[in-house]
């Protein structure tokens, strides 16, 4: 292949794909709107889910809202990427959505919890993996408390698995505090730009 060809095939690839993981509360949809709007090129790939919205929540822009029933027939049909029950709660990443997004050389970013996302890790082996913190456990629960659609049980839920979830740093390829909202956006930009820019042969 010559070198004509070769930058051809480089320009011409398909999207990346990125996961987006951390501890309930720690401000991933925030990041992400935020990120959505300095980063045109990439796109969030919706996941489906067997909870309740929460207020203010939309049905296909935050997650697509399912019954367990619908959501197992998913399952039954091989229709995700990955899928789990969190905090009690099936979720689960589209897998036609994402590999039509990333065909289109579009990056998609999923966002979902460290199960899922190790399980992305081993059938995708060419994911970037993101990890993001709060600048402390306390910081966290005070974001859970803040939200005010939560039970006391299930913020306690919800911070006993973050400390379950933070030991599954080490299998993600960056590591990324939300302490201040521009500059975590302004690593997770930096981040997408360096891995859009690195070399490598996607078949």
């Known amino acids: 292949m010559d070198l004509e060809a070769r930058l051809r095939k480089f320009m011409s690839r398909k999207g990346i794909l990125i996961v987006l993981s ?72 589209p897998l036609k959505e994402v590999l039509a997004i990333r065909e289109k050389g579009i990056d998609v970013v999923l966002k979902i919890d460290v199960q899922g996302g190790l399980t992305v890790k081993q059938k995708v082996p060419e994911a970037i993996m993101i990890f993001v913190v709060p600048p402390s456990l306390e910081e966290l629960e005070r974001r859970l408390r803040a939200r005010y659609t939560d039970k006391e049980s299930d913020i306690k839920r919800r911070c006993k698995d973050a400390r379950k979830e933070l030991e599954q740093i080490p299998q993600y390829d960056y590591l990324v505090i939300n302490d201040q909202i521009e500059s975590a956006v302004d690593n997770l930009r930096a981040i997408i730009l360096a891995e859009r820019a690195r070399i490598r042969d996607d078949g």
């Open 22 to 93: 951390g501890p309930s509360g720690v401000g991933k949809d925030t990041l992400l709107e935020r990120l959505e709007q300095v980063c045109p090129h990439i796109q969030r790939c919706v996941t489906y889910t067997t909870r309740e919205p929460r207020q203010g929540e939309r049905r296909g822009l935050d997650y697509n809202f399912v019954s367990e029933e619908e959501f197992r027939s998913m399952i039954a049909r091989g229709e995700f990427l990955e899928f789990a029950r969190v905090h009690g709660h099936l979720y689960g990443t």
